[in-house]
């Protein structure tokens, strides 16, 4: 039997590019949106969706419209009418790491929430390079 993981994504759209923000469970740094706070490591922020780990979708047909159930109800209501308030922070964050990069800001793009982003996959894209 194959065995297939399911990925909880939230799509965004800056500039004309969408974006899936996937949810994940252990997040370290401001980049995201917290659903669930972690209260057990206080380096561990909580989960939730990870600005930093964005994937730019080129073709609408590798996103299924199944709804992706979060493990906690209650996390699943914070996402409730936030459309707008999570791609404000997330056009945010690829503005920011736009601007860094023409600047090479050295000390944003080697900080906790820039360091490993997936954006330096999307130069191109984002009309960087």
């Known amino acids: 039997m194959l065995k297939v993981r399911g990925h909880g994504i939230v799509e965004i759209t800056f500039n004309n590019l969408i974006f899936a923000i996937p949810v994940r469970s252990h997040i370290r740094h401001r980049a995201s949106f917290i659903?669930?706070?972690?209260?057990e490591n206080r380096h561990i922020k909580g989960m939730g969706l990870d600005y930093s780990k964005a994937?730019?979708?080129k073709h609408?047909?590798?996103?299924l419209d199944e709804v992706f159930l979060l493990t906690s109800k209650q996390a699943g209501r914070k996402l409730v009418n936030k459309d707008l308030?999570?791609?404000k922070q997330f056009n945010a964050?690829?503005?920011k790491y736009i601007s860094s990069r023409r600047r090479q800001d050295t000390h944003v793009l080697n900080s906790f929430?820039?360091?490993y982003t997936t954006l330096v996959n999307y130069h191109v894209e984002l009309g960087i390079d």
């Open 85 to 87: 308030h999570i791609a």
């Open 35 to 39: 659903l669930e706070v972690n209260r």
């Open 113 to 115: 929430e820039y360091r």
């Open 55 to 57: 994937l730019l979708i």
């Open 60 to 63: 609408r047909h590798h996103i």
């Open 93 to 95: 964050y690829v503005a």
